[in-house]
């Protein structure tokens, strides 16, 4: 069987940003992408923190791919994913990177707030 050809032989694997500090979620999230053959490479960061150097390539992030999606909780460690949504949607070079907010908050005001930084 020829595995370069087909209609997905040119499609290169998203690359996917999970902002996640439980991994039991994070284990979910790949067998999700898994069971659904969606081509990707999930890359993981456990806190606000982690997630901001590898959106700015810092430290252990520096070689970081920029991410076509990012999944991010709102309830995280060192900086929220509030904040870390807000510094994504505030940074002109970031902004154009879709971010689905992962939370089990059913507060409006999480909602709303996501929904006003441009969450998707």
Do not use: C, W
């Not at 040119?10 to 991994?23: H, K």
């Amino acid at each position: 069987m020829n595995t370069t050809s087909g209609p997905h032989a040119s499609v290169q694997p998203i690359e996917v940003l999970l902002v996640e500090d439980d991994a039991g979620d994070e284990l979910m999230t790949r067998e999700a992408f898994e069971d659904n053959k969606i081509r990707n490479n999930l890359h993981v960061a456990r806190d606000g923190e982690e997630a901001l150097d590898f959106l700015y390539r810092r430290g252990a992030h520096e070689n970081a791919p920029r991410p076509d999606l990012v999944l991010l909780d709102l309830n995280l460690p060192k900086y929220d994913g509030r904040q870390v949504l807000e510094r994504i949607k505030t940074d002109p070079d970031l902004a154009h990177i879709p971010v689905v907010v992962l939370t089990t908050s059913s507060a409006e005001e999480d909602i709303l707030r996501s929904y006003k930084l441009h969450a998707n």
